[in-house]
């Protein structure tokens, strides 16, 4: 069976507007998918901006007036101290500027270290985005999600003031955790969830293997005894 020229340029034309179609959708899938990332950075900022503005700044002797989110956002706001506000017997709010990566690990590595974070973090972010496009099931994308939303909110802070901005502060006995923010918990929620998920599917894959082989193994059984 042979084909026109005619014929063969329309069965290109058509797979060419199919894979059009197919990238358009996937880019509309994706657009949906990082408007879920938007927020948590949206979360992140807000909460950084109400911590240092309406928690930390009115309690500072000699501090600046507070200032909205808007101006917060768009102007260089004058950075505090380390400072410290006691909660509870276990939690405090605090002011620290961290210049290492999630928690306060490196964070003595100089101005050429500062960049390499931020180009670091950048490109976890565009790799958890490649994966959030390949992803398979609403547990991976929310997973991605959690963790692109959560590094673009540090990435942020690192470029405007040049560290990133932490104020939980948990505490027992005396001993600290780092201190840390929401996009930190973004991260760190993000990544156990798609550890644990490994681990589920893991479990299930070899459960499912033991059950195949058990199988195999009554079936041989059941056919020796047959002879």
Not at 29 to 34: K, N, S
Not at 132 to 140: V, Y
Request: hydrophobic fraction near 45%; aromatic fraction near 12%.
């Amino acid at each position: 069976m042979t084909f026109t020229q005619e014929e063969i340029e329309e069965a290109q034309r058509i797979g060419k507007q199919r894979q059009a179609a197919r990238r358009n959708k996937k880019l509309g899938q994706l657009g949906r998918w990082l408007s879920g990332a938007f927020i948590i950075v949206l979360l992140d900022q807000l909460s950084k901006w109400a911590i240092m503005e309406h928690v930390l700044r009115p309690n500072m002797r000699g501090a600046h007036e507070s200032l909205n989110f808007l101006e917060w956002y768009t102007t260089n706001p004058v950075l505090l101290p380390y400072t410290e506000i006691k909660i509870t017997s276990f939690f405090n709010i605090v002011m620290v500027w961290n210049t290492g990566v999630s928690f306060g690990m490196f964070g003595n590595m100089g101005n050429m270290g500062h960049l390499l974070l931020i180009l670091l973090a950048t490109g976890i972010t565009f790799l958890f985005t490649m994966w959030l496009i390949d992803a398979k099931t609403q547990f991976q994308r929310l997973c991605y999600i959690l963790v692109i939303g959560g590094a673009l909110g540090n990435i942020i802070d690192r470029l405007r003031f040049g560290a990133v901005m932490d104020f939980l502060d948990v505490h027992v006995a005396g001993y600290h955790w780092p201190a840390f923010n929401v996009a930190d918990s973004a991260v760190v929620i993000g990544i156990t969830m798609l550890i644990g998920g490994l681990m589920v599917v893991d479990n299930k894959r070899k459960a499912s293997s033991k059950k195949r082989l058990k199988e195999r193994q009554k079936n041989r059984a059941k056919y020796l005894r047959s002879y």
